[in-house]
């Protein structure tokens, strides 16, 4: 994989890791308005904010990418986001990692260098 690609990938696994996390807290803020009062604090919130704008810069860093590798090969790599927000919601939001979640991020991770190696 060129440096190019590499560093587009990289940057795209950040922001989607971070829109994540910054959507997971907002979700969670506290909010006792109801119907669209509810909506539109939720919106005002800053940790959806921070979401949307990795949102849509991820966007833009995808587009970037997928023009450099073929789709079923960048899909394939970005998958590698499961295993990135696991940890994150790990370390970030102290969820649990239970047996079964590493077998999968160990699996994932394992696919995703298979498809790395092969390009």
Do not use: H
């Not at 829109?19 to 119907?35: E, L, M, T, Y």
């Not at 940790?47 to 073929?70: D, N």
């Not at 919601?89 to 092969?118: C, D, H, N, Y």
């Amino acid at each position: 994989m060129s440096a190019a690609i590499t560093l587009l990938w990289l940057i795209n696994i950040a922001l989607d890791t971070l829109g994540q996390i910054s959507f997971k807290q907002g979700a969670v803020a506290p909010n006792d308005a109801a119907g669209i009062r509810f909506w539109l604090n939720t919106l005002n919130n800053n940790w959806i904010r921070t979401g949307i704008a990795c949102y849509v810069v991820e966007f833009l860093v995808w587009l970037a990418f997928l023009s450099l590798v073929p789709l079923s090969e960048g899909v394939a790599l970005a998958s590698i986001n499961i295993v990135t927000v696991m940890i994150a919601g790990r370390i970030f939001l102290k969820e649990p990692l239970t047996r079964l979640r590493l077998l999968g991020i160990a699996l994932v991770a394992s696919g995703v260098a298979v498809v790395g190696l092969s390009t």
